[in-house]
């Protein structure tokens, strides 16, 4: 009885350690993120588009659908900031309601595809063995796959549409994840305090959920922002080469689709959507980099 | 190193058979029942039937799997359900300028990119390097598909100094290239300068200093050849982007290569087209990884070969 509750106190001890830790750590984040500028900017810029997807319906001069022949492919001016495209209709307020098919398709496809990774990449740095060998060899032949070609073979057998688009591009996050998330877990199980845990008498799921995973989130964190920079790219590239969000939806990768087409007459078509695609993955970046730094001092000399 | 080839020829064994088993998977997953999609729309009943029989589509999942693999071994992937004609036929006709274009772009990312990241590393925090550094950014922040059509708008249409679309000369090669190649460049360029600067700060290039040699012998004879190393391993990866890559790039520019083929194909629902594009970029990409890795190992005497 005595050697079980010194052993409590010992546990809870390490723990509390450990939490202090933490919370050391977060306080250097917030204020190495805070001293990094990239990092501000590109945070500011993450935000400013958040905050248009919700704003839309407000700032939208026109409605983003309405078809207007008579007022048809006009330049940027007062009325029509960036021009209106083929059918007459207000690129600015397209632009607008497109960000949240946009910023929507990225973060579901990350999440979808780092709770997958993440999972799988517990499992397999926890329990090791075969059941790692196994895990492993099959992110080896997701990551065979060069590029987005992953994302366009599952296209082609689940069919064109931007919920699907949502899917494979989360699939191929899917071995980034988990990687990186099964190499921190291999690291973390060895300490201490998780022996003290275990001899303590919890069970795997908590050991892995309660104790392991927050101690693990920095480079999900880090990989998760780079990798919606990287998801939103080839998202608006899917959706680009038609096999994503289909007309007349306003999704920037299909109006950019669209504004090919009049890349001669009307350049303005195509250029102010591949803008907005740019200044935000360029946001991402900026933001992931100083992240990295911040969260990683390795990487920082 | 005879031996350590053997190794990773070994260990991609199983990777192969995993992207076919995945690229098999992709006419399984198609909703419906396969030999009806096969026989094209408005088929007879007979005909479907007779479809099944033959590709044995009534057979266990597994032995279809297995005379799958058999059939890819041998060359046959099967037929295009557009005109019948054998798939490999029409990869053959494209696959060589898919190659064309990425051997230009890797030159362009690897040329472009080690230049950059050498003149931000020589005055790290001066202004070339933060001009650097920001187009860098910029390079890995701008979808190819976009910067492809601003290229085309302004040097093929603006200035006419280049020809629009095609696959024709060779002034049709640079601009696809230079959109292929240019988010590597960045990457390449950034590990490049994070490289060279770590390389700089070691003991050795100290000593080389204090022995004092002159400033581009260090560059170039000491800290480049090490700073290097990583560099290869980044290139290798940005190879497989790059593939994926040529599949907007071929659109944008009307490039009949095997990424256009593809896409061309799941719009039209070619299934076996599909099926055999993806897996031969998938091939070439592993055998490029391979290639990669063996290089890494000529470069970087360091690592013991066992």
């Keep these: ?301 | 190193m005879f031996l350590f080839i053997l190794k990773r020829l070994a260990q991609i064994v199983p990777v192969i058979l995993g992207v076919t088993l995945v690229v098999f998977l992709i006419m399984q997953m198609v909703p419906g029942d396969s030999a009806v999609i096969l026989a094209g729309e408005g088929a007879s009943k007979e005909t479907v039937e007779e479809l099944r029989e033959n590709l044995g589509l009534n057979k266990p999942l597994h032995e279809q799997y297995l005379s799958y693999i058999g059939n890819v071994f041998q060359g046959d992937f099967g037929n295009s359900l557009k005109n019948n004609q054998p798939v490999l036929d029409e990869i053959l006709i494209r696959l060589p300028i898919t190659m064309e274009l990425a051997f230009f772009s890797i030159l362009i990312t690897i040329v472009l990119g080690l230049i950059a990241g050498i003149i931000s590393a020589i005055r790290p925090y001066s202004f070339s390097d933060i001009g650097v550094m920001v187009v860098a950014l910029l390079g890995i922040s701008l979808p190819s598909f976009w910067l492809g059509l601003l290229l085309m708008y302004v040097f093929s249409i603006k200035l006419q100094w280049l020809p629009v679309a095609g696959w024709d000369s060779a002034a049709h090669i640079i601009l696809p290239a230079i959109t292929l190649g240019a988010g590597g460049a960045a990457i390449v360029a950034r590990m490049t300068r994070s490289s060279m600067l770590e390389v700089v700060g070691q003991d050795y290039v100290r000593t080389a200093r204090a022995k004092g040699l002159k400033e581009h012998v260090i560059i170039y004879k000491h800290a480049l050849r090490n700073a290097l190393i990583p560099v290869i391993t980044v290139v290798g990866l940005q190879f497989g982007s790059l593939l994926g890559g040529t599949v907007l790039v071929e659109s944008v520019f009307a490039i009949n290569g095997i990424g256009r083929m593809i896409v061309d194909a799941i719009r039209t629902r070619d299934i076996p087209m599909v099926q055999g594009g993806v897996l031969i970029a998938s091939l070439v990409f592993v055998f490029v990884n391979l290639l990669v890795d063996i290089m890494y190992r000529v470069f970087n005497k360091r690592i013991d070969l066992n």
């Design chain 1, 1 to 301: 009885m005595t050697v079980n509750a010194s052993l409590v106190v010992d546990t809870a001890e390490l723990l509390l350690a450990r939490r202090q830790v933490r919370s050391e750590k977060r306080k250097a984040f917030f204020s190495a993120i805070g001293q990094n500028k990239a990092a501000v900017v590109g945070g500011i810029i993450i935000l400013l588009y958040i905050s248009m997807t919700f704003l839309a319906p407000i700032l939208a001069p026109y409605d983003p659908y309405e078809i207007n022949l008579k007022d048809k492919l006009q330049s940027p001016s007062v009325d029509h900031w960036m021009g209106t495209d083929d059918k007459g209709r207000d690129i600015l307020s397209r632009i607008l309601y497109g960000s949240r098919l946009s910023l929507g398709v990225g973060f579901s496809s990350v999440f979808f595809g780092a709770s997958i990774g993440i999972i799988l990449g517990l499992v397999a740095g926890y329990y090791g063995k075969w059941i790692d060998t196994i895990i492993s060899r099959c992110l080896d032949v997701m990551l065979a796959f060069p590029g987005i070609l992953l994302a366009l073979a599952i296209i082609s057998a689940l069919g064109p549409s931007l919920i699907n688009v949502t899917v494979a591009v989360g699939v191929f996050s899917i071995p980034l994840f988990a990687r990186i998330v099964r190499g921190s877990t291999m690291e973390v199980k060895q300490l201490e305090y998780i022996d003290a845990i275990r001899t303590l008498g919890a069970n795997d799921f908590i050991i892995i959920f309660r104790h392991i995973f927050p101690n693990i989130l920095s480079p999900i964190i880090v990989q998760g922002t780079m990798r919606l920079a990287t998801a939103i790219l080839s998202a608006a590239g899917l959706s680009f080469l038609g096999l994503g969000a289909q007309p007349p939806s306003p999704e920037w990768g299909a109006m950019l689709s669209s504004g090919r087409d009049f890349i001669f007459s009307a350049p303005y078509m195509a250029i102010f959507p591949g803008l907005m695609i740019s200044i935000l993955v360029l946001g991402f970046n900026l933001f992931g980099d100083g992240l990295r730094d911040a969260l990683d001092p390795r990487m920082k000399k």
